[in-house]
């Protein structure tokens, strides 16, 4: 079993940026890719970015690229959503998630088994 734990959310204003975590814990055993997700009210959950095991793949929805950038430190445990220029479309609930997968499925909420309870990030205009 994979623990998941977002941090870094909040209320920002339009241009500014933030910096999502999430810890991950429990079995690390395996070659797991992470993944942010968001979900804003009352609209279906969202790709946003992901990170090969090994870093070396990264992928981004068309919302956020050159926007938002995804990373992960040496050890693994932690992956970071680095996110600049937030506009107000920007504001959900962002969830972390993880599982071993080939780098062509990143983008598929179905390829994670592991999710965290989210972080609220809020972008006013």
Not at 4 to 13: A, D, K
Not at 23 to 32: D, E, F
Not at 88 to 105: N, Q, S
């Amino acid at each position: 079993q994979v623990h998941l734990v977002e941090s870094g959310g909040g209320l920002v204003q339009a241009g500014a940026s933030l910096r999502l975590s999430c810890v991950a814990s429990g079995r690390l055993y395996r070659r797991y890719a992470m993944g942010w997700f968001r979900q804003a009210p009352g609209k279906e959950r969202e790709f946003v970015a992901a990170i090969t095991w090994t870093g070396d793949i990264t992928k981004y929805g068309d919302s956020v690229k050159g926007r938002f950038t995804i990373s992960r430190t040496l050890d693994k445990t932690t992956v970071y959503l680095h996110m600049n220029s937030l506009k107000p479309e920007d504001t959900a609930l962002y969830y972390c998630a993880a599982d071993e997968m080939d780098p062509t499925v990143l983008d598929r909420q179905v390829a994670y088994d592991y999710w965290g309870q989210g972080t609220q990030v809020t972008v006013s205009s």
